[in-house]
């Protein structure tokens, strides 16, 4: 058997994340980006649209993380002209080269994390006082990656 390496040693070099993976997971790991992501997997969708798909999340978060993924030049925001005026997002070529990596981690999530269980149904009214976590899941997407 081998001696493993001591820290001073000068052959010992430190373990570190390949520093383009830390930053896209960085990236695509901020809440709601992935997510967002892979709602537009399905094509073009409006704000509205993707509010409804994308449950849990504030108007204003969605704004924010929309502005953020077209920054970054994954997603693209386009004005058309009305009445009435409609915005459209959809991803850029850069966030379609994402997709074989988000098909990988669909696949990896199917085989290896439990389930999000449904939340229970209760017909009694939930006061205002009580606290309780929401989870975060998104409705599902039915597309094709």
Known sequence: MGTVPSPSDPCHEPRACDGALAR???FLGKRWNGVILG???????GFSELRRAVSGIS???LSER???????GVVQ????????????YQLT??????????????T??????????????????VSSDAVRAEPV????????L
């Open 39 to 45: 709602t537009l997997t399905a094509g073009p969708a």
């Open 77 to 88: 925001r386009t004005v058309h002209d009305g009445p009435p005026v409609g915005v459209v």
């Open 137 to 144: 899941r998104a409705e599902p997407v039915r597309a094709e």
């Open 108 to 125: 990896w999530a199917n085989e290896n994390l439990p389930p999000v269980p449904a939340e229970p149904v209760s017909a009694e009214p």
């Open 24 to 26: 896209a997971f960085g």
């Open 59 to 61: 108007d204003s978060v």
């Open 66 to 72: 929309l502005t953020e993924l077209a920054k970054a």
């Open 93 to 106: 070529e850069a966030g379609q080269a994402l997709l074989p990596a988000m098909r990988e981690l669909t």
